[in-house]
């Protein structure tokens, strides 16, 4: 998580990146976790049901995720775009390049984690899917507005690259603190 979160600092440095091209990668960072979480809520079961039963059952609940995720984040990069100016860099996102090797590394990040700790760890056994459904929520809210308040902060004072690491390591706090969160939440469900 915190080697992921770090590849940013070396676009900033060795990139010349400033606060927008952070705030389109976190953006992009919550369309991964969103994604992600479509096969956690299809997964989500009591031990005692079959899995063919739990996901067939989860299906309603993974379309109406997708659908509300899926604009929530759609309203985001509109914002990112018009609000920052950041269209061209979401633009430049299909040609490939640093910016899109590093939300890669974010993908890593997040697919390890969900094999390692969701599946490996069945934290997906006794877990609600509606429960599942609302965890990315408050990750991503808390993380938006504080990305956006530091953008806002960071485009006000200028760009120096003191602040957009300041940025980053804000960013990284908060994604410990959610992690630590969503992984305890099987002990809460099992115990």
């Known amino acids: 998580l915190i080697a992921a979160n770090t590849v940013p600092i070396f676009g900033v440095i060795y990139f010349g990146w400033d606060a927008n091209v952070i705030l389109v990668l976190y953006w992009l960072e919550s369309v991964i976790i969103g994604l992600l979480n479509i096969p956690k809520i299809l997964a989500c079961r009591k031990a005692e049901t079959p899995m063919a039963l739990a996901m067939f059952g989860n299906l309603f609940i993974a379309a109406f995720y997708t659908v509300h995720y899926g604009m929530f984040t759609f309203g985001h990069g509109v914002f990112l775009a018009e609000m920052f100016g950041a269209r061209p860099i979401m633009e430049g996102l299909l040609q490939g390049g640093p910016i899109l090797w ?26 609600e899917p509606n429960v599942q459904m609302f965890s990315v929520y408050g990750r991503v809210f808390v993380m938006h507005i504080v990305i956006l ?3 806002f902060a960071v485009q006000t004072f200028g760009a120096p ?16 603190a959610a992690h630590r969160k969503e992984h305890e939440m099987r002990k809460v469900v099992t115990t």
Do not use: P
């Not at 700790?117 to 006794?126: A, I, Q, V």
């Not at 690259?161 to 390591?169: C, E, N, P, Q, W």
């Open 161 to 176: 690259i003191i602040a957009v690491i300041m940025l980053i390591g804000l960013k990284i706090l908060i994604d410990l």
């Open 102 to 127: 590093t939300a890669g590394s974010f993908f890593a990040s997040h697919l390890f984690s969900m094999f390692y700790n969701f599946f490996g760890k069945k934290e997906y056994l006794g877990r």
């Open 149 to 151: 308040l530091g953008g």
